[in-house]
């Protein structure tokens, strides 16, 4: 396991659940992605509410299955290591959002 203490980028990706890539869910495209390509880890954040572009709100329902519900990806790596993966990740994303932020790592340990 290799060390990224320090200064840092974040990378954070929103998009919908409902979006695929060929058969899977496109969630799970990108994190294989991510995990192919060495970023140090990954986190699949799921929202219970939202809204984009489109302007329409989507909520969780305790009585249906709600579908569409906003997930958020984020990535904390080396600035060159995020730079790297990101053209693979901009191409598989048609919408949803990108940013990159700077991120200060104090820990980066087994167990999270």
């Known amino acids: 396991m290799r060390g990224i203490e320090g200064?840092?980028?974040?990378?954070?990706?929103?998009?919908?659940?409902?979006r695929r890539h060929d058969a899977q869910p496109l969630f799970r495209k990108l994190l294989e992605v991510l995990r192919t390509e060495g970023l140090a880890g990954a986190t699949?954040?799921?929202g219970?509410?939202?809204f984009g572009h489109d302007r329409d709100v989507h909520t969780?329902?305790?009585e249906v299955a709600?579908?569409?519900l906003p997930l958020v990806i984020e990535v904390v790596d080396t600035?060159?290591?995020i730079d790297r993966v990101l053209?693979?990740?901009?191409?598989?994303?048609?919408?949803?959002?990108?940013?990159?932020?700077?991120?200060?790592?104090?820990?980066?340990?087994k167990g999270a």
């Open 7 to 18: 200064e840092q980028t974040l990378l954070r990706l929103i998009l919908s659940e409902s």
């Open 44 to 46: 699949v954040i799921k």
């Open 48 to 50: 219970i509410a939202g």
């Open 60 to 62: 969780i329902a305790i």
């Open 66 to 68: 709600a579908v569409g």
């Open 79 to 81: 600035p060159q290591h």
């Open 87 to 109: 053209p693979k990740l901009e191409a598989l994303m048609e919408g949803g959002v990108i940013m990159l932020e700077r991120a200060h790592v104090i820990r980066y340990a």
